[in-house]
């Protein structure tokens, strides 16, 4: 016998098979997409993950060059610039996608989904990690940024124009500047499969909630100096 069996490593999906995916992908979560020809002639989101994926491949195998060439075209053409360096997962979803940005240590899990004006961005100059991580179905909302070295765990969502600067536990949702935890995303997603319900008119305002203390404390107060 062995002294030592080698584990089999997974089989890395083809480029065509991330590809199928991704523009499977849209039709759960657009309800605007119509046939796969729209999605793949008209989404500057499929095309930007389509030439990140190529890019990216160059990326691992040294041509940093043509690999930031080839990220510039695309910046040009969907105005969604994702670096080379930057790990995307299966079946991710950019919605709209004019103003998104990734930089180049994050990484990104399956079954995420960001929709226009989000930056995945660094806060050091720092050459090691310094973007964020996405885990599994992690939706952010439009505007939103994620900045430094954090972890957004499984399920999170961000409501948008949220800036979230700290890491985020599982099945969170999380609102407002400095990004506050605001519900469990089950509460919220107990019957939507997908898990990217925003409505953000069913989010609890923290901000809000905290003046309306403060008005009802201040009330009492006042009733007090009267007697």
Same mark, same amino acid.
């Given at each position: 016998?062995?002294?030592?069996?080698?584990?089999?490593?997974?089989?890395?999906?083809?480029?065509?098979? /991330? =590809?199928?995916?991704?523009?499977?992908?849209?039709?759960?979560?657009?309800?605007?997409?119509?046939?796969?020809?729209?999605? =793949?002639? !008209?989404?500057?989101?499929?095309?930007a993950i389509l030439m990140q994926r190529i890019a990216h491949k160059l990326? #691992?195998?040294?041509?940093? %060059?043509? #690999?930031?060439?080839?990220?510039?075209?695309?910046?040009?053409?969907?105005?969604?610039?994702?670096?080379?360096? #930057? $790990?995307?997962?299966?079946?991710?979803?950019?919605?709209?996608?004019?103003?998104?940005?990734?930089?180049?240590?994050?990484?990104?899990?399956?079954?995420?989904? /960001? %929709?226009?004006?989000?930056?995945?961005?660094? $806060? $050091?100059?720092?050459?090691?990690?310094?973007?964020? !991580?996405?885990?599994?179905?992690?939706?952010?909302?439009?505007?939103?940024?994620?900045?430094?070295?954090?972890? /957004?765990?499984?399920?999170?969502?961000?409501? #948008?124009?949220?800036?979230?600067v700290k890491d985020v536990p599982a099945h969170r949702t999380v609102v407002?500047?400095?990004?506050?935890?605001? /519900?469990? !995303?089950?509460?919220?997603?107990?019957?939507?499969?997908?898990g990217i319900n925003l409505d953000h008119h069913l989010i609890p305002d923290?901000?809000?909630?905290?003046?309306?203390?403060?008005?009802?404390?201040?009330?009492?107060?006042?009733?007090?100096?009267?007697?």
């Open positions: 016998m062995s002294a030592a069996v080698e584990l089999e490593k997974p089989v890395q999906p083809s480029l065509l098979q /991330l =590809l199928r995916e991704d523009v499977r992908c849209v039709f759960q979560r657009d309800p605007a997409a119509r046939s796969r020809f729209e999605v =793949l002639t !008209t989404y500057p989101g499929v095309h990326w #691992a195998m040294k041509l940093r %060059y043509l #690999a930031r060439l080839l990220g510039w075209f695309a910046r040009l053409v969907t105005n969604i610039d994702i670096h080379p360096g #930057a $790990t995307l997962g299966r079946r991710f979803f950019i919605d709209h996608g004019a103003g998104v940005v990734i930089g180049e240590t994050a990484e990104i899990g399956n079954d995420v989904t /960001l %929709y226009h004006g989000v930056t995945l961005g660094g $806060t $050091t100059w720092n050459k090691g990690k310094r973007h964020p !991580t996405l885990c599994d179905g992690v939706v952010v909302g439009a505007g939103a940024k994620i900045l430094g070295a954090i972890t /957004l765990g499984e399920n999170v969502r961000v409501g #948008a124009n949220s800036v979230v407002g500047i400095p990004g506050r935890i605001v /519900l469990r !995303t089950e509460e919220a997603d107990s019957n939507n499969i997908y923290p901000v809000g909630r905290a003046i309306a203390c403060l008005m009802e404390r201040i009330e009492v107060l006042e009733g007090q100096l009267r007697k």
